[in-house]
C-alpha cells in the first residue's frame, strides 16, 4: 500500500487495484503422473490376474492332496476335497507369494509416487492421476496383505471348507435356476398386483374426503408398520385358514407380497402425482374435464414416467424379500433363490449353498440397479422439461 | 367492442338495470384463504362482446377474481353468474359450463406428454365427444388462426414460450367457449415473444370476444378494454373507460400505481 502512495507515476492501472502479485512458490512440474496412475492399476491387476492364473493351473494340474489338508480333514472322506485344497495350495503356493510380493511392492511405489508429486503436477488431470495411482495402489496393497495373511493362517483352512466348497453345487445347476424362476414369478406376481393396489390407493390417499382417505392411510399404515415375515405368517398360517381357504404357500405369498408392495407402491405414486404441476389439473379441469378425466388423461400419465424410477427400486427391495417366503414352508418344485440354498445347506452342511446364491441374486439385480440408473440419468437429462420421452 | 359505448360513470357498472343480457355477474364476492381475506366484495358485470382488463398491484386479488369466474378457486361468499346460471349453485353442471369459458394462465400449462395436436384434441374428445375428424379440423383452424399451423406434431417442449402461449390459446379456443379468461398471460414470457401474444388477443377482441384479461400490459388495456378495473387489496377501487382511467385517474392509489407502471 505504500508503495502505491509514494509512486504513482510508476504503477499500471492493474497494480493500482490489486496491489503486488504475490510470490510465484510453483516449483518445478512433476513428470510421469500417467505413469504413477498405471502403477497403480498395474498392482491391482498384477494381484487379480496372478491369482487368477494360478488358481487355474491348481485346478487343472491337479496335484495330489497336500498334508496339511489331509490334516485339516480335507480328505478323501470329505465331498469335494480336491477342489478345496486345489484352491489353499494355490494361495499358498510359492508363485503366489511372488504374487502378492509384486503386487506390494508397485503397489507401494504407486503410493509413494503419487503422494509425493500429485501437488506439483500443472493442470488438476494430472494431479487427479497421480492421486488416483495412489488411492490403487492403497487397494492392492490392502488386499494382498490380507490375502495373505488369511490364506496363511490356520483358520483359513476351515474357511475354506465352509464356504469354498464348489463341488458341493455339482448337480444343482437346475435348482438354481429353478429357484431363480420362482423368485421372479414371486416378485413380479407381488409388483404387477402392487402397482394396482398402489394406485388406486394413491387415488384414494389423495381424495379431498377425509372419508375416502381414512381406510386407504389405514392400509398404507398397517403393512407399512408390521414386518413382511409377520404378515406372511399371519395369512398363511392364521387369516386365510381361518377364512376357510387353503392356498399354496407359493400363493399365499404371492398375494401377501403383492398386498404389502401395494402399500409402498401407494406411496410412490402419491408422491409422483403430488409433483405434476398444479396448473396441469387446472388447465383440464378448466377445459371442462371431470377430476377423474383430468387424472386420468393429464396427471397419471405424467406422473408414471415420474415413478419408474423409484418403483423399479421398489422392485428391486421387492426381489430380495421373496426369500422370505421360506418361513411358510414350500414344497420342493417351489423353491425360490433363498431356499434352494437353505435346503442344499442342510443336505450338505456347506455354506457354498450361500455363496453361490448370493451370485443368483446379484444376476437378477444388478442389471436391474443398472437399469434403474439408466432411466434416471435419462429423466433427469432433460426430456422431462422437454416434454415428451418420444 | 364499441357496442355498449354509452358512458357509465366509473365504479357503478356492476349496478346495471338488472336486464338478463349480461355474460357474467359477479355479486358480493368474497374470497378467503385461511385467515387471509383476499377479495373483499367484488360486483361485476361483463356483456357479451366486452373485453374486461383488470390491473392491480400483485396480492391485490385480481387473478383470484380471474380464477373465481370459472370456480377454479370456489368463491367463500357471494355470487358468479354465466348466462344466466349461478356457478356458485351446488347443483350447477361446472364441467359443462367451464366448456363454454376458456382459461389461459401465465404458466402455459400445456400437457407436454402429448403433442400439440393432442393438446387440443384431447377435451374435444373426451368432454365435447367429438369424432377424430372434426376434432382434428377445428384444432387445425385454430392453430392456424394462431399461426401455429406447422407446430400440429410438435411436443410443448420444443416451442419457445410465445409459441406454447398461443397454443394454450388454441386449445382453448378449440372448445369455441363464449368467454375467454386470460391470467397474466404475457407475464412469464421473455419480452420480445410478448407481442404475438397480445395481437392474438388483441385480433380475438376485435372479432367480438368477450374476454376477462388481468395483465400488467398497460398498452393492451388502454387499446384493447372496454372497460378496465383496478384493484387493491381485494378490492374494486375504480372502474371506468381505459383511456379515461389513464387520462384522469379518479383514485390517488390509481394514480400512483399508474405512474409507477407508465
Known sequence: MAISATRPEEQSVGSAITGEAPPDVRGPTAPFPRAIFLLGLASLLVLAIGTVAIQIDYAVVAPPLSQECINAGIDADFTGHAGVCHIIQGLRATEMKVVFILTIVLGLAAIVLGFSTYRKMDTRRKRDNAYDGAILGIQAVLVAAFVWWFSASQQFLTFAKLDLNFAVLAGHVDDFLRGAKNTLVLAFGGEAGGIVIGLVLSLMVLSSRRVVRAPARTYINFFRGTPLIWQLSFAYFGLFLGLGWNPSPFLAAAIVLAVNTGAYSAEVFRAGIQSIERGQVEAARGLGMTYLQSMRYVVVPQAIRRVIPPLMNEFVILIKDTSLVIVLGLAASQFELYSTSQDLYSSTFSATAFVAVALGYLAVTLPLIALVNYVERRLRSGLVGAGGVH | ?262
Not at chain 2, 63 to 82: D, Q, Y
Not at chain 2, 121 to 134: F, I, M, N, P, S
Not at chain 2, 194 to 221: C, D, I, P, Y
Not at chain 2, 233 to 244: C, F, I, Q, T, Y
Request: with cysteine; charged share 25%.
Open chain 2, 1 to 262: 367492442m364499441q357496442a355498449n359505448g354509452q358512458d357509465k360513470p366509473n365504479g357503478h357498472v356492476g349496478a346495471r338495470d338488472g336486464s338478463d343480457e349480461a355474460l357474467v355477474r359477479i355479486e358480493g364476492l368474497h374470497k378467503w384463504f385461511g385467515n387471509h381475506h383476499v377479495l373483499k366484495g367484488i360486483d361485476v358485470t361483463l356483456d357479451p362482446g366486452e373485453v374486461q382488463v383488470v390491473i392491480g398491484p400483485s396480492g391485490s386479488g385480481k387473478s383470484t377474481l380471474l380464477r373465481c369466474v370459472n370456480l377454479l378457486e370456489i368463491p367463500s361468499e357471494g355470487h358468479v353468474w354465466f348466462r344466466g346460471s349461478d356457478l356458485t349453485d351446488i347443483r350447477t353442471d361446472l364441467n359443462r359450463m367451464r366448456t363454454h369459458m376458456g382459461i389461459v394462465f401465465q404458466s402455459f400449462n400445456l400437457f407436454p406428454h402429448k403433442t400439440v395436436m393432442k393438446n387440443i384434441t384431447l377435451a374435444l374428445h373426451k368432454v365435447l365427444g367429438l369424432g377424430d375428424e372434426e376434432a382434428r379440423s377445428r384444432a387445425v383452424e385454430q392453430l392456424e388462426h394462431v399461426g401455429l399451423g406447422q407446430k400440429a406434431d410438435a411436443y410443448p417442449g420444443q416451442l419457445s414460450g410465445g409459441q406454447q402461449q398461443r397454443v394454450a390459446i388454441a386449445r382453448a379456443l378449440a372448445m369455441e367457449p363464449t368467454l375467454m379468461l386470460f391470467d397474466e398471460v404475457t407475464s412469464a414470457l421473455d419480452p420480445e415473444l410478448v407481442g404475438e401474444v397480445l395481437e392474438v388477443m388483441q385480433e380475438l377482441a376485435e372479432g367480438g370476444m368477450t374476454m376477462m384479461v388481468v395483465t400488467h400490459e398497460m398498452g393492451f388495456a388502454r387499446e384493447v378494454g372496454t372497460w378496465l378495473l383496478f384493484m387493491e387489496d381485494g378490492v374494486v377501487l375504480e372502474r371506468g373507460k381505459p383511456k379515461e382511467i389513464f387520462a384522469n385517474p379518479q383514485h390517488e392509489r390509481t394514480k400512483t400505481f399508474l405512474s409507477a407502471v407508465l
